[in-house]
């Protein structure tokens, strides 16, 4: 059974991360098989841990950014390079994020996360031209 509250602050913060359309894409393909998942996402990372006040969220991006480039989860990992345009990460900080991995996580998941960064980043730029 959902925690109401908790499911709606972790929409609210879910919302102002990845962004409405994103969220709304998520829920309109939530099925009967994945919604208990989407339940336990919502409440559990977004509603008690990216909405605790001890970190921004730019902070927890940048942390985020590098737990999912050291483990390889490139498709995540491109979704929240996407997301620093709502949380404050800049590419200065997503690049030192980056080093951080290459050091601690190794150099071939850097590379990946790199390339993915680059390939986000250039999106961005040409959006915004």
């Known amino acids: 059974m959902a925690d109401d509250s908790l499911f709606a602050q972790g929409m609210a913060t879910r919302r102002a991360v990845l962004g409405d359309a994103h969220v709304d894409n998520a829920t309109a393909r939530t099925t009967e098989f994945d919604a208990d998942f989407q339940t ?24 985020t950014l590098a737990l999912l480039a050291g483990l390889g989860h490139e498709e995540e990992f491109a979704m929240h390079v996407r997301a620093t345009l709502n949380t404050g990460a800049t590419p200065a900080d997503i690049k030192e994020a980056l080093l951080h991995v290459a050091v601690y996580a190794g150099v071939p998941a850097a590379n990946s996360a790199f390339k993915i960064a680059k390939q ?5 730029q040409e959006a915004a031209q």
């Open 40 to 63: 336990f996402i919502t409440e559990g990372a977004w509603g008690s841990v990216w909405s605790r006040p001890g970190l921004s969220k730019r902070e927890r991006s940048l942390v």
């Open 120 to 124: 986000e980043l250039a999106k961005r």
